[in-house]
């Protein structure tokens, strides 16, 4: 089975904080994305990466970048973190020959205070 | 960016009562997805629909894809207290990286 792990069930950081979420997947998929999710508005897309140290803004980048040094780990970094980042922050992965089959972790949620 | 909304938001029935809910936009996608998340975990793949009008079984759950691909619906007959969770549609847009665009969401709670 598709393993996408991230590293933190649970994190609360204080306003200003860098943060830093990381995700691991264990199936050599090429495609890594962070989400975040929020009541009402679904899934949106912040960042994803097609290989490694590649990178693409989705559609709310603002406040966030990433970092892909390893084809397996994809991380999702903070600068300066405010209380609006305050979410539920989802890593998924695709497989090569089937992109569209999105593979997710069991999340992250964030309290920014 | 497309926009894809689900209605209803949320939803509350009894057991064995039917449903529908449903994923509308604006714009024609190349394929579509739904996804179910349960509490404390990551969306899982249901389904995917490619082709305007077709219809998807998976056990209880039926899938359809409008004729024009602008919108579609998600079915469950007689619903068990294991269909609870989040429904996601996910349109897949067509490109090199294939990104999906995800629905707003619909929260099912099926009482026993």
């Known amino acids: 089975d598709v393993k996408v792990t991230q590293s933190s069930r649970y994190l609360v950081k204080r306003t200003g904080e860098k943060v830093f979420l990381e995700c691991v997947q264990d199936?050599?998929?090429?495609?890594m994305f962070w989400y975040r999710q929020d009541p009402g508005l679904g899934l949106r897309l912040i960042y994803f990466?097609?290989?490694?140290?590649?990178?693409e803004k989705g559609d709310i980048p603002e406040g966030y970048s990433v970092s892909r040094e390893k084809k397996e780990r994809f991380s999702l970094i903070l600068e300066s973190a405010s209380t609006n980042q305050t979410s539920m922050y989802l890593c998924?992965?695709?497989?090569?020959?089937?992109?569209?089959?999105?593979?997710f972790g069991a999340g992250t949620r964030l309290s920014v205070l | 960016t497309q926009l894809l909304e689900q209605s209803p938001q949320f939803l509350s029935i009894q057991e064995g009562e039917n449903l529908t809910v449903y994923c509308n936009s604006s714009?024609?996608?190349?394929?579509l997805q739904w996804y179910r998340q349960e509490p404390g975990e990551g969306p899982v793949l249901l389904v995917t629909?490619?082709?305007?009008?077709e219809v998807k079984k998976l056990k209880r759950l039926t899938f359809q894809f409008g004729d024009a691909r602008k919108d579609s619906s998600l079915h469950i007959t007689a619903a068990q207290p294991g269909d609870t969770g989040l429904y996601l549609c996910?349109?897949?847009?067509?490109?090199?990286?294939?990104?999906?665009?995800f629905g707003t969401g619909t929260k099912l709670q099926v009482i026993p």
């Open positions: 998924a992965s695709t497989q090569g020959s089937k992109k569209n089959i999105q593979y």
């Open positions: 199936m050599d998929h090429e495609n």
């Open positions: 990466s097609y290989d490694v140290k590649m990178k």
């Open positions: 714009s024609v996608f190349s394929s």
């Open positions: 629909v490619v082709t305007g009008g």
């Open positions: 996910a349109a897949v847009n067509s490109g090199g990286y294939q990104k999906v665009t």
